[in-house]
C-alpha cells in the first residue's frame, strides 16, 4: 500500500502524527544526555572534539571509538554547523525519536492496511519507549542519544525491505544499505538485525524448514567455533566479565526469565491473526522474530555460562536480539488492540463508546506508568535536561562534577568511589562526560568497557579496586595509593572525614585536592 495525498490518511496527517508522538515520548520518557551509556559516547565525542581532554587512562574514553563512527559523526556535525554540543545532541535525540517512529510505521504498513491500526502500534512502542527489555541491562530506546539511537530504526528500516518483494531490485538494495549504516554505527546490533532479515527471507520461500534448519545450524557451529578459539582469560577480565550478571541467564531470576519467554508467546499468538486484519506478511514476521529469540536463548544457554573457562560469546551477548524482538512485539500489540476494540460492534451503545476509546486509555496508562518509572530512575535530576535550560542543576553530584570542569586544571586525574554511579540520587550521571575530566575507572560503566575489551581489564580492576569504599577511609589509607596512580584530586562523601582542602562541597558531596 502507497500512501499519497488521495489516501484516507494524506502525508500531513501522518507527518503531524509522528510529531506529535516525537514530542510525547520526550515530554513522557525525559532527557538525560550524560546520564549512563549516553555519558561514555559523550565523553568519546569531547575527546574527539579536543584531544587534550582526558590525557590519564584514555581507553576508557576512545576504545568503543574503533568500532562505531558515532564520536566522529557528532563531532564532525558540531563543526559543521558550529552549533554547541549539547544542542547537537538534543537535535540529534530528537531526530533519532522521528526516525525511529517512521520505521516503525514502515514495518506496519507491512502488516496492516488499516491506517489508524498503523498508528496505534507506533503509539505504543512511543509509550513504552524506555521498557526494561527483560535484564539485558537494556531498554527498547534509551533518553539520552547513543550509536543504538540510530542503529535501531535503521534496523527496523531493513526489516521492513525484507518484508518486500525482492524482485524489485531497489527493495534489496535499500535493505543492504539500511544494515551497512547500521553496523557503521553499532555493529553487534546491526548483526541480530542482519540475522533476522536472513530469517524473515527464509520464511517467504516455499517449504522454509530444510533451509531454516541449515541456517541454524550454521549458527551454532559459528557460536561453537567462536568460544573453542577464543583466547584465555586473565584473572582481571574474568573479574570485569563476571560483574556483567546479566550476561548469564543462570543468574536472572524468574520473574526476568518471563522476560523472555511471555513476548515469544506473544508473538507466537498474534501470527495466527484472529479477529485482526493482518495481512499475511505478519505470519513471515512473528515466525521470524521468535525463531530470532529462541536461537539467542539457546546460545545464551549453551555458550553464555559463568562457568566455562571463556566468555566470548557471552561478551557478544545475544540476548540483546530481544530489542528486536520487544519492539515488534510492541509495535504488534499496538495494532491487535486498535482492532479488536474497533472491529467488536456490541448492541449496547455505551459499550461500543468504551471500547473505542480503551486503545487510548491503554496508551496514557503506560505512558504514565513509564513516566514514573522515569522519575523514579532520575529523581535528583530534572526531567528534561535540555541545553537551554538556564536554571542550575538540581542534582548535588552534577553539581560537584560541573564545579570540577570549571575549576580545575584539564589534565587534572579525580578519584571517586567506584561504586558512585549506583548511588542513590547520583542518578547514574557519569563523571567523564559532566567534569571533562580524567577518573580512574569504576565499578559500573567502566567495569562494562573492561568486560568487552580484555586489554582494559587489568587497569580497571585496578582503578576500582583502589577505589572501592573511598569517602569510607581516612587519609592514611587512601593517600598512598592514590598518590601512586597520579590522582590529584577526590570527589568524597559529604560526611567523609579528610585534612585535605576541599575547595566545593554540598550537602551530599564535596571535591577535594590530593
Known amino acids: ?27 513522557v520518557h525525559g532527557y538525560h544526555p550524560l546520564a549512563e551509556d549516553g555519558g561514555l559516547y559523550v565523553a568519546g565525542v569531547l575527546w574527539k572534539l579536543s584531544p587534550s581532554l582526558f590525557p590519564h587512562d584514555t581507553p576508557f574514553v576512545i576504545e568503543h571509538l ?7 559523526f557528532v563531532a564532525g556535525l558540531v563543526h559543521f554547523t558550529s552549533l554547541t554540543l549539547p544542542w547537537t545532541l538534543f537535535i540529534l535525540y ?31 512502542l512511543a509509550a513504552w519507549w524506555t521498557l526494561p527489555v527483560a535484564a539485558t541491562s537494556l531498554m527498547l530506546m534509551d533518553p539520552y542519544v547513543t550509536a543504538r539511537s540510530f542503529s535501531f530504526p535503521l534496523s527496523l528500516l531493513a526489516i521492513a525491505f525484507a518484508l518486500d518483494d525482492w524482485r524489485s531490485r531497489p527493495r534489496a538494495l535499500a535493505c543492504a544499505l539500511c544494515l551497512a549504516v547500521a553496523f557503521v554505527f553499532h555493529p553487534l546490533m546491526a548483526a541480530y538485525a ?46 570485569a566479565e563476571i560483574t556483567r550478571y546479566y550476561w548469564f541467564l543462570s543468574q536472572w531470576h524468574w520473574y526476568e526469565l518471563l522476560g523472555l519467554v511471555a513476548p515469544l508467546c506473544v508473538l507466537a499468538l498474534l501470527q495466527r491473526r484472529r479477529r485482526i486484519a493482518f495481512l499475511p506478511a505478519v505470519t513471515t514476521l512473528c515466525r521470524a522474530v521468535v525463531v530470532l529469540g ?36 510492541a509495535m504488534l500489540l499496538g495494532v491487535a488492540l486498535q482492532q479488536i476494540c474497533f472491529t467488536t460492534r456490541p448492541q449496547a451503545f455505551q459499550l461500543r463508546a468504551m471500547l473505542r476509546a480503551a486503545p487510548v486509555f491503554v496508551l ?23 541545553p537551554f535550560n538556564t536554571h542550575p542543576n538540581a542534582n548535588p553530584w552534577t ?52 568486560a568487552i575489551t580484555p586489554a582494559l ?58
Open 1 to 27: 500500500m502507497q500512501l499519497s495525498a488521495t489516501s484516507p490518511w494524506s502525508v500531513s496527517r501522518w507527518l503531524l502524527s509522528l510529531a506529535a508522538l516525537a514530542l510525547a515520548v520526550l515530554l
Open 457 to 514: 581489564a587489568d587497569t580497571w580492576l585496578l582503578g576500582a579496586t583502589t577505589q572501592a569504599g573511598l569517602s569510607s577511609l581516612d587519609d592514611s589509607a587512601r593517600d598512598a595509593p592514590l598518590r601512586a596512580l597520579g590522582v590529584t584530586w577526590m570527589v568524597l562523601h559529604a560526611s567523609a572525614h579528610t585534612l585535605h582542602p576541599c575547595p566545593y562541597g554540598n550537602s551530599v558531596v564535596k571535591v577535594c585536592r590530593l
Open 364 to 386: 496514557v496508562v503506560c505512558a504514565g506508568i513509564m513516566f514514573q518509572a522515569q522519575r523514579a530512575a532520575f529523581p535528583a535530576s530534572a526531567h528534561l535536561e535540555l
Open 399 to 450: 553539581q560537584a562534577f560541573q564545579w570540577a570542569r570549571d575549576n580545575t586544571p584539564c589534565n587534572a586525574l579525580f578519584a571517586i568511589d567506584a561504586d558512585y554511579i549506583t548511588t542513590p540520587g547520583e542518578d547514574a550521571q557519569t563523571f567523564r562526560a559532566t567534569a571533562e575530566r580524567s577518573v580512574l575507572p569504576d565499578h559500573s560503566k567502566d567495569g562494562g568497557e573492561a
Open 66 to 72: 574503533r568500532f562505531s563512527i558515532f564520536a566522529p
Open 294 to 329: 529462541l536461537m539467542a536463548t539457546l546460545i545464551a544457554l549453551l555458550f553464555a555460562r559463568e562457568n566455562l573457562a571463556t566468555h566470548l560469546i557471552a561478551r557478544l551477548q545475544p540476548l540483546r536480539a530481544f530489542t528486536l524482538l520487544y519492539a515488534l512485539m
Open 194 to 239: 542482519f540475522v533476522l532479515v536472513i530469517l524473515l527471507r527464509l520464511f517467504r520461500q516455499s517449504r522454509p524448514a530444510l533451509r531454516l534448519a541449515l541456517f541454524t545450524s550454521l549458527v551454532l557451529a559459528a557460536a561453537l567455533l567462536i568460544q573453542l578459539r577464543a583466547p584465555a582469560e586473565s584473572p582481571a577480565l574474568h573479574a
Open 94 to 124: 530528537l531526530g533519532s525519536i522521528a526516525l525511529t517512529l517512521f520505521a516503525a510505521r514502515q514495518v506496519l504498513r507491512r502488516v496492516i492496511a488499516s491506517e489508524p491500526a498503523q498508528l496505534a502500534g507506533v503509539a505504543l
